[in-house]
């Protein structure tokens, strides 16, 4: 177990809809990071926060946001879901945002737009 | 921005016998280079990972190479085993301007009993 949790574990939704996918960063851990994992497709960097603001945007679409609350905890939104939506995101955090911190991966969520 | 190209995709061998996993990447400027492993269904887990300062790392059966000059790293498995079957991410990371963590497209390694 990584520490990182995430809610919830599977989605199934509809095109056209909006969902939100949860984080919960390790204990102490100030940086969440967002990952988008297709079929057969590598991680794709999605979004960083580091203590409350973003700190690095990669391959997010406009129709994704996401956000860090005071609790570290994170969100992140996908609204007008496409059928080319449907993968695992992971989330995954680390101490602090500087040069070399590990990452450590929570068990994802699968998202299916049907 | 960072692009990091990993090979083979698919990779099996025999039980015992060793794995190898390139990575290249393009930006002189990154500085750590992480190994995940990924089971089926389960999330990435870091199993070894590499600074710019050191030119190879051994844990075990698992060790990886890093080639400045010529931007490659390698992760290399000893004695293979039957649990060593996963994908295998590479990345690289500069960790100037936020943590961006650039992964390869990863390689399926199945260990033959």
């Known amino acids: 177990d990584s520490g990182v949790t995430q809610t919830p574990k599977h989605l199934i939704t509809a095109t056209g809809q909006r969902v939100t996918l949860r984080c919960s960063p390790r204990?102490?851990?100030?940086?969440v990071y967002w990952y988008q994992q297709s079929l057969d497709q590598g991680l794709q960097f999605l979004i960083q926060y580091y203590n409350g603001e973003e700190r690095a945007k990669g391959n997010i679409l406009e129709r994704f946001s996401a956000q860090q609350f005071p609790d570290l905890h994170s969100e992140l939104n996908l609204s007008s879901l496409e059928l080319g939506d449907s993968a695992l995101y992971f989330c995954?955090?680390?101490?602090?945002?500087?040069?070399?911190?590990?990452?450590?991966f929570g068990s994802g969520t699968q998202l299916s737009v049907l | 921005g960072e692009n990091v190209e990993q090979h083979p995709s698919t990779l099996s061998v025999q039980e015992g016998d060793s794995a190898v996993i390139k990575c290249t990447y393009s930006?002189?400027?990154?500085?750590?280079f992480p190994w995940y492993k990924q089971e089926l269904g389960k999330r990435p887990q870091l199993i070894i990972d590499i600074r710019s300062n050191v030119g190879e790392k051994k844990d075990q059966r698992i060790a990886v190479t890093l080639n400045k000059t010529a931007k490659h790293f390698s992760l290399h498995i000893t004695e293979t085993q039957p649990e060593d079957s996963a994908v295998y991410f590479c990345a690289a990371s500069r960790g100037n301007t936020g943590n961006q963590f650039y992964f390869g497209t990863g390689t399926s390694l199945t260990v033959i009993p």
């Open positions: 930006d002189s400027a990154s500085n750590y």
């Open positions: 204990s102490g851990d100030l940086s």
């Open positions: 995954a955090s680390s101490l602090l945002a500087g040069a070399n911190e590990k990452l450590f």
